[in-house]
């Protein structure tokens, strides 16, 4: 079972420079916030934390897919993920986390969990609108599209003759902007 613990860098022991940490990201980790917009979360996070005396950068790059329902369709399709978010880690007398680009931990701490902050970035990296690939190439076939095809308002094509009278005003009007 999948724990808040089990996205704990601990930066204590490390030296000063970049270091790299991995994530595989499952359903199970969504599960741990009670989000149930997408399942089947397939996901690689990477983590670079850059030491330095006096603070450390977190780099954080996601990549994979999730399963999400289609918006027009109520399809599932494989939707790809990827997203960039950069955090600074402060020193301060108490935790801070107010700002979203600066953490604040007190002065002592050995480890910076990071599980909120993939929640955060995979959670936004969704589109507010999800369509299904195969809708906006014409490949899937679907009852739902193909009711939603035959009750499209049909368009009018209107053979209206126009008043000559505006007709000649136009063609005035045409003449005059040469």
């Not at 595989?24 to 149930?36: G, V």
């Not at 402060?90 to 929640?119: A, C």
Request: proline fraction near 3%; hydrophobic fraction near 40%; glycine fraction near 4%.
């Amino acid at each position: 079972m999948i724990k808040q613990k089990d996205f704990d860098i601990a930066f204590k022991g490390l030296k000063q420079g970049k270091h790299s940490f991995e994530f595989k990201i499952r359903q199970a980790f969504f599960d741990l916030y009670d989000y149930k917009e997408f399942e089947n979360a397939q996901l690689l996070v990477q983590v670079e934390l850059n030491k330095l005396s006096t603070m450390l950068e977190l780099n954080f790059r996601i990549g994979g897919t999730v399963e999400v329902l289609c918006d027009i369709s109520n399809e599932s399709f494989d939707m790809p993920l990827e997203a960039e978010m950069e955090l600074l880690v402060k020193f301060g007398e108490t935790f801070n986390d107010e700002n979203e680009e600066v953490l604040v931990i007190p002065h002592g701490e050995f480890k910076v969990n990071v599980s909120q902050y993939i929640y955060e970035m995979a959670v936004l990296a969704i589109p507010s609108k999800r369509i299904h690939p195969g809708i906006e190439d014409g490949s899937l076939e679907s009852d739902m599209v193909d009711r939603l095809k035959a009750l499209q308002p049909k368009e009018e094509t209107t053979t209206e003759e126009t008043d000559p009278r505006w007709d000649a005003l136009k063609k005035l009007l045409k003449e005059n902007d040469k």
